[in-house]
C-alpha cells in the first residue's frame, strides 16, 4: 500500500503562485508515477502533470503547459507542483496519485493511490 499526502493549498491573489506538497509513504517499490489531478464540483477530474519515477520524464495537460511545473526531491519521497500566474479559474481542490506500473500519463483512470486533496482558492 502506497500513501500520498498533499500539502501546500491555500489563498492566494491572481497572477500568485504556490508550490503543492505531495508526500509519499508506505511500501514505495509499489508505484511508478505520481501525477497532479483536480476537480472542480460536477465536473470530470482533470490531469495537469505527472512525472515518471526517476524523474527523467515529464508530461503536462493543457490546462499545465507553462504555467505549472512537476518535480520531486532527491529521496524521491516529496513530489511537488509549482503552479505560477494562478487565475480564479485554478480554484478547486487538487489532488496527487501514483501508478502501480510503468505508465506515463494524465489520465486519472490509470491510477490507483490517492491522496485526499488540498484546496487552492484564487482570490483578490
Known amino acids: 500500500q502506497v500513501h500520498l499526502v498533499e500539502s501546500g493549498g491555500g489563498l492566494v491573489r491572481p497572477g500568485g503562485s504556490l508550490r503543492l506538497s505531495c508526500s509519499i509513504s508506505g511500501f514505495t517499490l509499489d508505484y511508478y508515477t505520481v501525477g497532479w489531478f483536480r476537480q472542480a464540483p460536477g465536473k470530470e477530474r482533470e490531469g495537469l502533470a505527472c512525472?515518471?519515477?526517476?524523474?527523467?520524464?515529464?508530461r503536462y495537460g493543457d490546462s499545465a503547459k507553462g504555467r505549472f511545473t512537476i518535480s520531486k526531491d532527491g529521496a524521491e519521497r516529496t513530489v511537488y507542483l509549482q503552479m505560477d500566474s494562478l487565475k480564479p479559474e485554478d480554484t478547486t481542490v487538487y489532488y496527487c496519485a501514483s501508478t502501480r506500473w510503468d505508465i506515463m500519463t494524465t489520465k486519472a483512470d490509470h491510477y490507483v493511490y490517492w491522496g485526499q486533496g488540498t484546496q487552492v482558492t484564487v482570490s483578490s
Open positions: 512525472l515518471s519515477k526517476n524523474a527523467f520524464s515529464t
